[in-house]
């Protein structure tokens, strides 16, 4: 009888030990994904054993079949998978830009509804419509494109403090270059740095998002009254000796020897700059050494007469991972991509990208102790920033900004005036729209 | 066939073995893209499949006709032009010049200036132009050397639209008179100096000799110098893109900038760039078969 039952036991621990196991294989979710990555990059090993192993380590049940790439290739193949309709499960995209077909043609889920309670854990501006209107990729992170920085001892060795509003800053440009300095230093021999840099953030305080869409739908113009104010308020920056024409044969890497070595008291540039004054982990050389960075302060230009944002700077959300559209609505697959992309900009990821990359993190419960003082200073001056507004170039398509870029350097060489440029731009629009 | 097998000679079998891989290369690589281009100016060809693509159509001179309203095309065109005179006129006078005082020793150290005069040739060409964009930067030791003299003087030269090119021109001059000094001095070489001593003895002057010996004896190089002036400097791109990259405000663009520009950045306007690329051909092939009417009119006294 004993020997019996032991018999149907081991028989029934044999079946449960060969069932089990299938059962539970099966219950294992795939997902193919296809990864941006730069496998030579300093940082690729960590990040290979701190993100990905370390996912596949936390989540058994879910099998990553991942695809990397890089540059033009990685571009090709969204194309074609988009084309063939085999976009992978989970894909690496941009919030615009050379992504827009996978946000416009709505080949990626909206991933709000999934984000749930966890919003509250990301800057808010990180997590706005993107190019398809809707939340299609996460971003791991948040530019501003302008930063006002800021010498704050060489400011007040000539008895200024930091302006509130641009009065304040017109009423300095005396005393700077009395001394023999340049009040703001800009490296815009490249045509781009003025209109990303500065003008964006501009149009964002006197003519405001809802505008520019307007004036992008075909319901208002560049020509209309706000945006040529804009041009005219920037025109009018080079008359009050804010800014100088000599900017426009600065070389865009040149500025930081110079903003370093103390020859202007502000500076601006887009909030990427800091990287640039940075210890040099090869050499532990810096532009600025860890020592003299609490010196130097970054905050938003002052208040603008006549704005319609206050606080307001020009940002662009970073890239992030989007789901395939197809996964079905509450399927375990799409529960197990959603995780993946949650731990993706998860705080351990995100601190890994900024402890490697200086990636400011688009979480607000991220940070580290191995930062120096300018990266604490760059997530500081999120803080300042009370409205995003577009950067130009992100919204407007490469043939009507291209106009605007030129433009602008026309405008601070005398060569055009602001109602010209506005004419300029809205024609390439007027053209464009044409086209499409 | 019996025809066809006496063409076929072994002979004639080596020639083509030897000549066909380098045509094909160069049809490959040279002719057929610069046809290609052609054909694809005349449509609205701009991006994606070539072939087979039902959205292609000609449109004809439209994209040349928009070139010609564009006004960065005429200052591209402007700038190339005055490249083209610092070249033809200043590079290869200045280059003979050079390679003629030193070939005749009529200073010391020649090999020392040789070697300096043709240093530039070596360097690369975005240092090149990175080295002097600082140099005539507002802040760099241009604008510092001349506040020595004129305290507060402004750096102006740098960013005046008018003025900008000037920079450029003089680098170019710089940077490639050493080349056409080295092709001179080697054909300067070649002249028997017997020649010369002989017309010395008979009393001829320095002058006499340049224009009735040298002269005549290099006109053939002058022509290819020539030619190698015009086609460089239609096609000069790098050091401009490293030095100012065609701003303040694209005045200093050239046309393979200005065609850079269309083709590779912001949004791309493939059938403009093609058409400039092709203009660029034919206003090359012009000037080249200028330059060899022009020999064949007044040159070739070289016997």
Known sequence: MLRKFTSILLAVLVAIGIFVPTVLAEEKITLTVLNYFDLTSPGAERELEEVWREFSRRNPNIIVEREDLFLDAFHQKVEAYAAADRLPDVVYMWPGGRSTSLHTLGLVKDLRPLLGDDAQYFIPAVLAPQAGGYLAELPQTMTSSHALYINVPLLESLGLSIPETYEELVAMVPVIKGAGLDVILMGAQDDWVIQSCLFSMIVGRLVGDEKLYEIIRGDAKFTDPEFVGALEFYAQMYKDGVLDRKIMNINYSEINGLFAAGRAPFMVDGDWKTANFLTDVTTGEALIPVDKQPDFKMTIFPAIPGEINKKSSSGVVGVGFGMNAKIPDGSAKEAAAWELIKWLQGPEVQKMRLETAGTIPSRIDVTSDKLEPLVLERIRYYEDIEVYTEVLDNALEGEVYLPLNVGLQEIGLGLATPMEVAERVQEALESWRAKK | ?303
């Open chain 2, 1 to 303: 066939m019996k025809r066809f097998l006496a063409w076929w000679t072994e002979e004639r079998r080596a020639y083509l073995l030897l000549v066909l891989p380098g045509v094909l290369v160069y049809w490959a690589v040279m002719a057929f893209p610069t046809v290609f281009s052609l054909g694809l100016s005349l449509t609205n060809y701009n991006g994606g499949v070539i072939f087979g693509n039902p959205n292609i159509q000609f449109v004809g001179l439209k994209h040349y006709l928009r070139m010609f309203e564009d006004r960065y095309f005429w200052i591209s065109l402007k700038n190339n032009g005055l490249i083209m005179a610092i070249s033809v006129f200043g590079q290869i006078p200045l280059g003979f010049l050079f390679a003629y005082v030193i070939h005749r020793k009529l200073i010391k150290f020649g090999d020392f200036f040789q070697t300096i005069i043709y240093l530039p040739c070596v360097i690369s060409t975005i240092v090149v132009g990175r080295l002097w964009q600082s140099f005539f930067s507002p802040y760099g030791p241009f604008t510092k050397f001349m506040q020595r003299f004129q305290p507060g003087w402004e750096n102006e030269l740098a960013y005046d639209p008018q003025r900008a090119i000037i920079p450029v021109l003089f680098v170019i001059l710089w940077m490639y008179t050493g080349t056409y000094m080295i092709i001179f001095l080697a054909n300067l070489q070649k002249i028997d100096p017997s020649l010369i001593e002989a017309a010395r003895i008979d009393g001829a002057t320095e002058w006499q000799v340049l224009t009735k010996i040298i002269l005549p004896a290099l006109s053939g190089v002058i022509v290819t110098a020539c030619i190698l002036a015009i086609s460089g400097s239609l096609k000069s791109f790098d050091l401009v893109y490293a030095m100012t990259g065609g701003n303040p405000a694209r005045r200093t663009s050239v046309l393979a900038l200005y065609m850079y520009d269309t083709a590779f950045r912001h949004s791309p306007n493939y059938p403009l760039a093609n058409s400039i690329s092709v203009f660029m051909v034919l206003v090359s092939f012009a000037l080249i078969v200028l330059v060899r009417v022009t020999e064949a009119r007044f040159g070739g006294r070289e016997e």
